[in-house]
């Protein structure tokens, strides 16, 4: 079976309630969670089935919160300033599905 791919753009990467980029990305590869700034730097990254991903009950559709490597971030996966809410929540529901199927999981909401 083919590894499950996930790659966001424009991404708002959050630690700790301080801005990280507001153009990020978040790739998942080769069974790899990379968090990459808006220049491709790397900002974490681990193996796809460490990393542990919700999302959170109190936010936006738009909104998902990843651990990775014991670093809590809040991912913001909607175009700024865009009304993409529909298209975030999408993303989000996407990104939570790749994450817990290499957990071999079923997604919960």
């Not at 966001?8 to 080769?30: D, M």
Request: charged share 20%.
């Amino acid at each position: 079976m083919a590894e499950p791919e996930f790659s966001a753009t424009g991404v708002r990467i959050e630690r700790s309630r301080r801005s990280l980029t507001r153009a990020g990305q978040v790739k998942i590869h080769n069974g790899r969670l990379e968090l990459l700034t808006s220049y491709g730097r790397e900002i974490d990254s681990a193996p796809v089935g460490s990393v542990q991903a919700s999302k959170p009950w109190f936010s936006a559709g738009d909104r998902a919160r990843a651990t990775v490597n014991g670093n809590r971030y809040t991912l913001t996966l909607s175009a700024p300033g865009a009304a993409a809410e529909n298209g975030g929540a999408a993303a989000v529901n996407r990104f939570l599905e790749v994450v817990r199927s290499a957990h071999g999981s079923t997604p919960k909401h």
